[in-house]
């Protein structure tokens, strides 16, 4: 589960993860995607990364998808201010 600041989660965000295997991968928000809070009954947002997941069984080569919960994190009463 990766936690994002709402700002992140409206303007977009990028930050790198190591691999099991030691590769870099790069998580980022597509231009225009908005991280929802939480989908529907308390379950946090999920996207899925293509090809980047665990290697299929009897196949090396293939591997599934990686899935990234977000959960985000909105600002206390008082932290914004009319400026």
């Known amino acids: 589960t990766k936690s994002l600041s709402f700002n992140e989660a ?13 590769r870099e991968i790069i998580i980022k928000s597509r231009p225009g995607e908005v991280i929802k809070a939480e989908a529907d009954s ?3 947002f999920v996207k899925i990364v293509s090809g980047e997941g665990m290697p299929c069984r009897g196949n090396p080569f ?5 899935y990234v919960l977000f959960t985000v994190e909105f ?8 400026d």
């Open 42 to 44: 308390q379950r946090p």
């Open 62 to 66: 293939v591997k599934g998808d990686l």
């Open 10 to 22: 409206l303007c977009g965000f990028e930050w790198k993860i190591i691999h099991l295997d030691k």
């Open 75 to 82: 600002p206390d009463d008082g932290d914004l201010k009319p």
